[in-house]
T-cell receptor
């Protein structure tokens, strides 16, 4: 299993600012996944972060808006840049084994 | 590519009643199937998973699910619900071939509301 610590757990931010979300895993993992859960919606994959290379973004998500760092095998950050109210969501990081996915507690972001 | 359809967005039930949350999936390859639960203001917790073998899978908190390959379904059931089961439930699928590198595809979720 894997234990994921994600912070902050929630934040209220002004539009136009940026927020960096941190994700720490208690074991070394190759891939880390970042998801967005908009109000009343399911989880949508933003990007996959592989240590030592640039993150791979899903359609509709771009690096300028959601830059990701992956400096080592246990840590990653996601930045939500130049925020607007439409970015208000829960952001979750995740890691996988072959047979299971583990999730952080999520960051509940409100942009005002 | 895979997709997941959860047929009910909201399911209200009375305490101690049985419940079934429906999930259908679409995939051109073999998949693993999962149910996750999200309690209010919390992250996702694995309820149960189907990897192979017996099509009836038992999970935590008295939940079970049955994999039906011909109907491409993986419905979640509980014979008697409690107030504490009030949460949102997500069905998810992943490509077996993706291993630990693969993404999970989630359904839109079903909000289970248990009333006294």
């Amino acid at each position: 299993s894997a234990v994921i610590s994600q912070k902050p757990s929630r934040d209220i931010c002004q539009r136009g600012t940026s927020l960096t979300i941190q994700c720490q895993v208690d074991s070394q993992v190759t891939m880390m996944f970042w998801y967005r859960q908009q109000p009343g919606q399911s989880l949508t994959l933003i990007a996959t972060a592989n240590q030592g290379s640039e993150a791979t973004y899903e359609s509709g998500f771009v690096i300028d808006k959601f830059p990701i760092s992956r400096p080592n095998l246990t840590f990653s950050t996601l930045t939500v840049s130049n925020m607007s109210p439409e970015d208000s969501s829960i952001y979750l990081c995740s890691v996988r084994t072959v047979t299971e996915a583990f999730f952080g507690q999520g960051t509940r972001l409100t942009v005002v | 590519a895979q997709s997941v359809t959860q047929l009910d967005s909201q399911v209200p039930v009375f305490e101690e009643a049985p419940v079934e949350l429906r999930c259908n999936y679409s995939s051109s390859v073999s998949v693993y199937l999962f149910w996750y639960v999200q309690y209010p203001n919390q992250g996702l917790q694995l309820l149960l998973k189907y990897l192979s073998g017996s099509t009836l899978v038992k999970g935590i908190n008295g939940f079970e699910a049955e994999f039906n390959k011909s109907q491409t379904s993986f419905h979640l059931r509980k014979p008697s619900v409690h107030i504490s089961d009030t949460a949102e439930y997500f069905c998810a699928v992943s490509d077996r071939g993706g291993g630990s590198q693969g993404n999970l595809i989630f359904g839109k979720g079903t909000k289970l509301s248990v009333k006294p």
